[in-house]
């Protein structure tokens, strides 16, 4: 072999088995007598050198038997050295084993320790492989030791580096994971002496895979970070995603979930790059893992069931079984059991046909048992906990041993045997903070906060409950989008709900309004934040105190009254804090509120919006009754605070709802006295009061404070007005038509403020966009989609008039990238105020339109009429334009289009999110 280094060769350096670094070749014998042995000897180098193994073995037999004749010692060794080798990489080990030790004899008798320590070291790598030494660890390591105090005698670094590689794999082989990872870091120190990334990366790998299963996943993300940067300098781009696969799985278990999805994400592009279809399967598996444990279940059961297409396509029998619990997980939290119960006996019963009762079988029993508790049959669920606890202990998986606990705790809480649902829940707790998992402790917290509650030890329960949001918190902070703050946020709700519960029982409403304040809209807020000057001291974006909301409220001088819905005791807690900064509390029972039955206050809003739509008998909403759902919300949401309002029509309340309540349409709840809202109050709504601050210190950009109505031209004011619809939305599941009041709208409007609309086939994107950044008002006209459109995680869109293959929709999700200066945007279109109801608030068009900038945005709630809207609109702007702030010309121009369309379907179904500012001077 010589100094040739063949292509071979490369590969056997890159998968790290050779026990030497260069190759240093056969020393063949000077004394040689027979010059054809040579010659044969050469050309078996040639073949082997050229991957024909069959024919390299066969001319060094040849030599062999020449040197062996002659009884040339040194040139028999060199043969069966080279035989050894060669019949090694055809897999036949039991004849590498026999060439090998042959050769070492030899060199043995020449005092060749250079040799030997090679020889020593090709041994333990065949006694590795071959079925025949199968459980001889100590030859393996025997061996190895022996090639290894060679090398250190000779100054070998290189046959140092695999001695002590090997010799971390036998010991990782025995579960000696602390052996293992001893060689594994002494191999990465040679490699680093020897300066060769190759081997250095095979270390760090080794070293990473020992950290994951001793579950020390932060020194593991630490090292395979490491791994991932000599990939990307060596241009190993297959292993480049086998790489980012693992970090995505150390940052999983460290509850770095946003951290964990842009690892498998980037995994998941490169394998699918380089069709490594194993990566592809495993990162479609921790995406869906991670999507789970931020809340995004529909997401995690995607990516689920592509990661299973793929295990079915390799025929990977224990991954199956693995994705069919993780699907029975996501069908059960989707409030789907049936489905849920097919795939965990699905999983068991691939389990019991490979005959594992390890994790897998485990999870399943785990899923079923989970499943039973719902159904209220404690017994059998406590049976399937205790036998999931045992094979996770006899697994030593410390993680799902702490989670069947909590199961365990759960069963007990349900029988109300309190002390013992603790005792499991605080050894859950214990086993959390020893693995150092956090999301295992927030939730063991949590569930001693509850049981505690149910005792009614509600002074105990605070410090738990506190500790528990404490440790949420930690994980939402390493969340770096905004859609996935939101959907985690939302998996901890009932955290916040209890610790105001905690609060309210202990008579400290104004400490429970903190909490209620800090369990809502925070990723909206950070949005909003990134539109004021990083530098700007006067934002503080940990939640609002005290004295912060009463300068907030001060500051506006209006009203604010904020809801919480406490679902697990089924009662309402509301806040009324004056102008002057006072803060005020109220409670309903929603389980017994005269003359009302018991209240399902989601059913009770859906029942009002269908009954304002029409679907419903209109005489319904004629008469202040218990069967009109109007008068049931007036009763729920604003009859117990009544006399906390101002009593002047004209002064504003600010409405800062929860869940189902952002969809309640305030401006027409009806009183005993058959007054609608809108006759006593002008109402406004935001998602929270930290929101509301922030919009405060939102200085718009566009000059002019109080402009009159015609100070700008078409570059100030931007209307749009019934574009021309694409044909996918004329047609099903859309259904659009055309809007000709909507048009109607936008040209009297522009009238009015002297700007030139954009109408009909003139209403595309590109058309638009130029004005979009500077624009004072924005003012749209069209329709909005919602129920039938998502794109991107965040759900709504406007329609314009397409451009080629662009159907002319204008996403949330690119709305939401923009940034602009308006002081009010108009969404005149069909359901541009609602969507996805969040603890975050309402994620939609609203949203995406204060995010890119707007100060005050006014959607519909509803599938607002044609004509109607249009003289509503009409009538608002005729209001700007008199000097009256947007809340104030809103509610007038309610008044306005009630006297001519009395129904609250033409009329209510507008709100204004965000500060209510006078835009006009008249």
Avoid at 45 to 56: D, G, I, M, T, Y
Wanted: charge should be negative; charged fraction near 20%.
């Amino acid at each position: 072999m010589g100094s040739k280094t063949s292509r071979f060769w490369q590969r056997l350096i890159a998968i790290g088995l050779l026990w030497s670094g260069l190759w240093m070749g056969p020393t063949a014998s000077q004394t040689m007598p027979n010059s054809d042995a040579r010659t044969l000897y050469k050309a078996g180098v040639e073949q082997f050198n050229q991957e024909q193994l069959p024919a390299a073995i066969e001319l060094w037999q040849k030599a062999l038997a020449i040197f062996e004749q002659n009884g040339d010692r040194r040139g028999m060794g060199d043969c069966l050295y080279e035989l050894g080798f060669a019949y090694y990489w055809l897999g036949e080990y039991d004849q590498a084993i026999s060439n090998y030790q042959k050769s070492l004899l030899i060199a043995e008798e020449f005092a060749d320790v250079q040799r030997q320590g090679t020889l020593w070291g090709y041994l333990a790598d065949a006694y590795f492989y071959a079925p025949a030494y199968a459980g001889r660890q100590d030859l393996i390591i025997s061996a190895a030791e022996k090639s290894l105090t060679l090398a250190e005698a000779s100054g070998d670094y290189l046959r140092q580096w695999f001695s002590h590689h090997r010799l971390g794999e036998v010991h990782n082989g025995l579960g000696n994971y602390a052996q293992a990872l001893h060689h594994y870091q002494l191999a990465l120190a040679v490699a680093e002496i020897l300066q060769d990334p190759s081997l250095q990366r095979l270390a760090l790998a080794s070293v990473g895979l020992i950290h994951i299963r001793q579950e020390n996943y932060r020194p593991a993300l630490e090292i395979w970070q490491r791994e991932y940067g000599l990939r990307q300098q060596l241009g190993e781009t297959e292993g480049a995603a086998e790489s980012l696969q693992l970090l995505g799985f150390a940052a999983y278990w460290l509850n770095d979930y946003g951290q964990a999805i842009h690892y498998y994400q980037k995994s998941l592009e490169l394998a699918r790059a380089t069709e490594q279809r194993k990566t592809e399967q495993l990162s479609l598996a921790g995406l869906g893992d991670a999507y789970y444990y931020v809340g995004d279940y529909a997401q995690a059961q995607q990516f689920h069931r592509d990661s299973l297409t793929i295990a079915e396509e390799l025929e990977d029998w224990e991954v199956m079984a693995t994705l069919y619990n993780a699907l029975g997980t996501d069908y059960y939290t989707l409030e789907q059991p049936q489905e849920a119960i097919a795939y965990y006996e699905k999983s068991l019963d691939l389990a019991q046909k490979l005959q594992s009762r390890g994790n897998t079988f485990a999870n399943a029993l785990s899923g079923l048992g989970q499943i039973y508790l719902t159904q209220n049959q404690p017994s059998q669920a406590l049976d399937y906990f205790h036998q999931s606890l045992e094979v996770y202990r006899a697994m030593g998986n410390r993680y799902n041993e702490g989670a069947a606990l909590s199961n365990i705790g759960h069963v007990y809480l349900q029988q109300k045997r309190y002390d013992q649902a603790i005792a499991n829940f605080q050894r859950r707790l214990a086993i959390s903070e020893e693995i150092e998992e956090i999301h295992g402790q927030a939730q063991a917290l949590g569930e001693i906060g509850l049981t505690l509650i149910l005792q009614k030890k509600y002074a105990e329960a605070e410090a738990p409950l506190r500790t528990s949001l404490a440790l949420s918190e930690s994980i939402r902070d390493k969340l770096k989008e905004d859609q996935l703050k939101v959907s985690f946020f939302d998996t901890q709700a009932s955290v916040y709900r209890l610790l105001q519960l905690v609060l309210i029982k202990q008579n400290r409403v104004e400490r429970a309004l903190e909490i209620a304040e800090r369990g809502r809209a925070r990723a909206f807020a950070e949005l909003l934040a990134q539109q004021l000057d990083p530098q700007d001291r006067r934002i503080n974006l940990e939640s609002p105190d005290l004295e912060t909301i009463r300068a907030t409220v001060q500051r506006e001088q209006t009203t604010v009254v904020q809801y919480s819905l406490i679902d697990e005791v089924n009662q309402l807690y509301i806040w009324v804090i004056q102008p002057d900064g006072k803060i005020q509390f109220r409670q309903t029972d929603l389980g017994g509120l005269e003359p009302l039955p018991q209240v399902n206050i989601g059913q009770t809003v859906t029942l009002a919006q269908r009954a304002i739509a029409g679907q419903r008998p209109q005489a319904l909403l004629a008469n202040p009754t218990p069967h009109n759902p109007l008068w049931q919300l007036e009763q729920i949401l604003i009859e117990p605070i009544a006399e906390l309002l101002p009593q002047d029509p004209n002064q504003a309340v600010i409405f800062i709802p929860q869940g189902p309540l952002f969809s309640v349409p305030f401006p027409a709840l009806t009183n005993d006295r058959g007054e609608a809202l809108i006759d006593r109050h002008i109402p406004r709504t935001m998602p929270s009061l930290q929101v509301l601050a922030l919009t405060q210190q939102l200085e718009t950009k566009v000059p002019g404070q109080g402009d009159s109505p015609n100070s700008k031209g078409r570059n100030s004011d931007l209307i749009v007005g019934n574009p021309i619809l694409a044909d996918s939305l004329q047609q099903s599941p859309y259904g659009l038509g055309n809007l000709p009041h909507a048009e109607a709208e936008a040209v009297a409007i522009g009238q009015l403020l002297q700007t030139k609309p954009w109408l009909g086939k003139e209403a595309t994107l590109t058309a638009i966009m130029p004005q979009v950044p500077e624009a004072r008002v924005i003012h749209l006209a069209t329709h909005g989609l919602l129920d039938n459109f998502r794109q991107g995680g965040l759900p709504g869109a406007i329609a314009l008039t397409p451009e080629g293959e662009n159907n002319g929709l204008w996403t949330a999700n690119d709305i939401v990238q923009l940034d602009i200066q308006a002081k009010l945007v108009v969404l005149s279109a069909c359901d541009t105020g609602r969507g996805k109801i969040t603890g975050d608030g309402v994620l939609g068009l609203s949203r995406a339109w204060l995010t890119a900038g707007a100060k005050s945005v006014l959607v519909s709630l509803w599938s607002v009429p044609d004509e109607p809207t249009a003289l509503l609109m009409t009538n608002f702007y005729q209001n700007l334009a008199k000097g009256e702030n947007s809340a104030t010309a809103l509610r007038d121009a309610m008044v306005t289009v009630r006297q001519k369309y009395p129904r609250p379907v033409n009329w209510a179904g507008f709100t204004v999110m965000g500060v209510s500012e006078t835009l006009f001077v008249p």
